[in-house]
């Protein structure tokens, strides 16, 4: 049975990347095919390199990639989308940095395919655009906990499995979802969770971006929503996520 070809040709993210060596760039690229992959950047940062820009962070790039032993080497690459507002604004940036590492946290180098590339080539772009960044991320969260397997249930009591009264409840991150009130008298886990936000949870579960990127939240209610969906993904990943933190640190400097 013959190996796999000694190189390949992918479209891929570039997710992360570090100096390596004197003048290579180690890169930590998505693709839709081979998932994670880990290869060298040769040359790439010496000032005539002509492919220093294809390799930046968050570009979409077209690759031939050269199998390596232990570390692959990137052939060729050419820039297909450059998502600029990412590099050039700093909150963009940042709610890009906070998918990347949401995406990392989640998936294993060989487990990534073709719907999780898609997504997070999809949400790069529509953080470029003129939309509600904290309405990205809510909405690729979601998505993403589904390819997961992690989807929160968010339609019946996840104590007593009976469809949801249409009243405020409590959401469980240890349970993966919705405890009705009844259910909930004695316990000592959840969070309360408003109807509105409980409304808003399964919309962004059910919906289409196209819909869904109308939608005109108030500040109460993103608030919630990811007060919630970070409690339940921090519980997941039992560690709290750098992206995060660094949101918030700009958020305090911008009041």
């Given at each position: 049975m013959p190996g796999p070809?000694?190189?390949?040709?992918?479209?891929?993210?570039?997710?992360k990347r570090q100096d390596f060596g004197e003048a290579d760039r180690l890169v930590l690229v998505l693709t839709p095919g081979h998932g994670k992959l880990r290869a060298i950047a040769k040359g790439v940062r010496k000032p005539i390199a002509r492919s220093t820009g294809h390799v930046e962070l968050f570009t979409l790039v077209d690759m031939l990639i050269s199998r390596g032993r232990e570390l692959h080497v990137i052939a060729q690459a050419e820039t297909v989308e450059p998502f600029l507002p990412l590099r050039e604004d700093l909150l963009r940036g940042t709610y890009a940095n906070h998918l990347v590492e949401l995406l990392d946290r989640f998936t294993a180098e060989a487990d990534v395919g073709r719907a999780e590339f898609d997504l997070l080539v999809?949400?790069?772009?529509?953080?470029?655009?003129?939309?509600?960044?904290?309405?990205?991320?809510?909405?690729?969260?979601?998505?993403?906990?589904?390819?997961?397997?992690?989807?929160?249930?968010?339609?019946?009591?996840?104590?007593?499995?009976?469809?949801?009264?249409?009243?405020?409840?409590?959401?469980?991150?240890?349970?993966?979802?919705?405890?009705?009130?009844?259910?909930?008298a004695g316990l000592d886990r959840g969070l309360p969770i408003s109807l509105d936000t409980l409304k808003t949870l399964r919309y962004l579960q059910t919906r289409t971006w196209d819909v869904v990127r109308v939608l005109n939240l108030g500040t109460s209610l993103h608030r919630n929503l990811e007060r919630l969906l970070l409690a339940y993904?921090?519980?997941?990943?039992?560690?709290?996520?750098?992206?995060?933190?660094?949101?918030?640190?700009?958020r305090r400097e911008n009041l």
């Open positions: 070809e000694r190189s390949f040709r992918t479209p891929a993210v570039v997710l999809d949400a790069l772009g529509w953080l470029c655009s003129d939309v509600d960044l904290r309405l990205v991320a809510r909405y690729y969260e979601m998505s993403l906990l589904r390819l997961a397997g992690f989807a929160p249930s968010l339609h019946e009591c996840v104590i007593g499995h009976e469809d949801l009264e249409p009243q405020d409840q409590f959401f469980s991150v240890v349970d993966g979802g919705v405890i009705c009130p009844q259910h909930h993904i921090t519980y997941l990943l039992e560690q709290r996520l750098q992206s995060v933190e660094f949101l918030k640190r700009l």
